[in-house]
T-cell receptor, first 117, second 113 residues
Framework: DAGVIQSPRHEVTEMGQEVTLRCKPI?????LFWYRQTMMRGLELLIY????????DSGMPEDRFSAKMPNASFSTLKIQPSEPRDSAVYFC???????????????FGPGTRLLVL | GDSVTQMEGPVTLSEEAFLTINCTYT??????LFWYVQYPGEGLQLLLK?????DKGSNKGFEATYRKETTSFHLEKGSVQVSDSAVYFC????????????FGTGTLLAVQP
């Protein structure tokens, strides 16, 4: 299996520009998570989807951030307009949700390093 | 609400030293507990897990025991290697409809030769 695929791996943009991050989860996984990691705030869960439906977006910092999952094999995280404080590493992770009491392992992608100038 | 507290890093050790990274949790239910590891420039990956009280998770020489009485899940390794240098995250989670994990802040481990 190829694992979780994220693109681009690195993104440098200027303040005010739109940024789109992409994620392809592991085939057969039905849960998808977007995280942001910074030195100051550590690892933050932004939003997660089950079966392509957003379940919890309470971690999305503000209206400039939006996420979509149009099908089981693709998700995007968009920032419009971007600001320097959005500079971070953005991770996508996927897992297989089961009705049982034990959460399944989350598999992380390699991350997208975003720098907003 | 639920939360995870880890010891502050960095933890700096010499090769072959004994490692302990403390993790305590607060939970409203009966979660599963996890340790994830992040090597430089990579995403997190599962190191070990335990799903109920008194369970011991182990992998690659690391182990941690789910202690309900002390609400702890400390990570230990008897003899660390330079290749163990990474950031270690403790996490808790529930299955079913609420599928997300709650992560601690991470502890940086630096092993010197």
């Amino acid at each position: 299996d190829a694992g979780v695929i994220q693109s681009p791996r690195h993104e440098v943009t200027e303040m005010g520009q739109e940024v789109t991050l992409r994620c392809k989860p592991i085939s057969g996984h039905n849960s998808l998570f977007w995280y942001r990691q910074t030195m100051m705030r550590g690892l933050e869960l932004l939003i997660y989807f089950n079966n392509n439906v957003p379940i919890d977006d309470s971690g999305m910092p503000e209206d400039r951030f939006s996420a979509k999952m149009p099908n089981a094999s693709f998700s995007t995280l968009k920032i419009q307009p971007s600001e320097p404080r959005d500079s971070a590493v953005y991770f996508c992770a996927s897992s297989r949700q089961t009705p049982g009491l034990t959460p399944e392992t989350q598999y992380f992608g390699p991350g997208t390093r975003l720098l907003v100038l | 609400g639920d939360s995870v507290t880890q010891m502050e890093g960095p933890v700096t050790l010499s090769e072959e030293a004994f490692l302990t990274i403390n993790c305590t949790y607060t939970a409203t239910g009966y979660p599963s507990l996890f340790w994830y590891v992040q090597y430089p420039g990579e995403g997190l990956q599962l190191l070990l897990k335990a799903t109920k009280a008194d369970d011991k998770g182990s992998n690659k020489g690391f182990e941690a025991t789910y202690r309900k009485e002390t609400t702890s899940f400390h990570l230990e390794k008897g003899s660390v290697q330079v290749s163990d240098s990474a950031v270690y995250f403790c996490a808790l989670g529930y299955g079913g409809a609420t599928n997300k994990l709650i992560f601690g802040t991470g502890t940086l481990l630096a092993v010197q030769p």
